[in-house]
């Protein structure tokens, strides 16, 4: 499991494998716009404040994927335990 800290709300939520981070935040109740949720579209995406994300999307440019600094969380997870996110 990841933990998921929104910034803005300063919610933590608990991403269970096989979850997507979006999935997890709707189950707690916090409203995210998603669209296609498979990482093509980039209606979800996110800057990432804090933590490595995992990209699994095939919208950030090589670039935008090397800095880690946005994230797709529809379909992208982390590399480490924790994402803080600006949501
Ligand atoms: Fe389309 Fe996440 S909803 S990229």
Known sequence: ALEVVLARSGKSIIVA???TITDAMLAEGVEILTSCEQGVCGTCLTT??????DHRDVYLSPSERSAGKTML???????????VLDL
């Open 17 to 19: 494998p096989g979850q």
């Open 48 to 53: 990432v404040l804090e933590g490595e994300p």
């Open 73 to 83: 969380p529809c379909v992208s997870r982390c590399k480490g335990p924790r994402l």
